[in-house]
């Protein structure tokens, strides 16, 4: 059974940065694409962006295009989330999930069908 786990989470100041990672083990991501969601305590869990296994990106979030991207790393099995000047609007909890399929459907999909989940890690963005 594959697992993800994400990590890098924190506390950090309005405009200030964060690298997360999520790190895959039991499987391969290269055939996979990763998405990343975020989850406000009382709201739904939302996507916000996706890297194919082409490296192609996908924002569902518009509001963090400029300020938040993501990149990969096949050989470490790793997918990475650089948030740069970060807003209080951004914090949450973070998920990576991945699946074979398109950042579009990956984005959209009931999460139910994506194949696997991370646990989530937590950031938080306030003076």
């Known amino acids: 059974q594959g697992q993800l786990v994400e990590s890098g989470g924190g506390l950090v100041q309005p405009g200030g940065s964060l690298r997360l990672s999520c790190v895959a083990s039991?499987?391969?991501?290269?055939?996979?694409?990763i998405g990343w969601f975020r989850q406000v305590p009382g709201k739904e869990r939302e996507g916000v962006l996706c890297i194919s296994s082409n490296s192609d990106d996908l924002y569902k979030d518009t509001s963090v295009e400029g300020r938040l991207t993501v990149s990969r790393d096949n050989a470490k099995n790793m997918v990475y989330l650089q948030m740069n000047d970060l807003k209080p609007e951004d914090t949450g909890t973070y998920y990576c999930?991945?699946?074979?399929?398109?950042?579009?459907?990956?984005?959209?999909?009931?999460?139910?069908?994506?194949?696997?989940w991370g646990q989530g890690t937590l950031v938080t963005v306030s003076a």
């Open positions: 999930a991945a699946d074979q399929v398109s950042c579009l459907m990956l984005l959209t999909t009931d999460e139910q069908y994506l194949e696997v």
């Open positions: 039991g499987f391969s991501l290269e055939d996979y694409s």
